[in-house]
């Protein structure tokens, strides 16, 4: 089977830290740029972060640099977002999605039908 799952969400107080993760099964991360997208209610899909296969280019919308670290893990098939310093703003369902496009275009245009798993809720109170 080839999926994506993410993981890692849950109810943190501003200033908290989460991890999120996003494991591949049945295919290479590496092969694939890899971004991380939210949605909370009543707003539009927004990328949050996005890396190269590589892992050598990475890309963050404005609001979480600096707060906010994509990496990846080939051996373990994984890439992960740090969240630091979460502010009730970033409270919404954080998924992961790959393609074989920029990592720029990836998060600033993500295509509707790029390769996704289900979503982790992320809950900041404050």
């Known amino acids: 089977d080839v999926q994506l799952q993410a993981s890692g969400g849950g109810l943190v107080q501003a200033g908290g830290s989460l991890r999120l993760s996003c494991a591949a099964s049945?295919?290479?991360?590496?092969?694939?740029?890899t971004g991380w997208f939210r949605q909370a209610p009543g707003k539009e899909r927004e990328g949050v972060s996005c890396i190269s296969g590589s892992g050598g280019s990475t890309y963050y919308k404005d609001s979480v640099k600096g707060r906010f670290t994509i990496s990846s893990d080939n051996a373990k098939n994984t890439v992960y977002l740090q969240m630091n310093n979460l502010k009730p703003d970033d409270t919404a369902v954080y998924y992961c999605?790959?393609?074989?496009?920029?990592?720029?275009?990836?998060?600033?245009?993500?295509?509707?039908?790029?390769?996704r798993g289900q979503g982790t809720l992320v809950t900041v109170s404050s």
């Open positions: 999605a790959v393609d074989q496009i920029t990592v720029e275009t990836m998060c600033k245009i993500p295509p509707a039908d790029s390769f």
């Open positions: 049945g295919f290479t991360l590496a092969d694939y740029t």
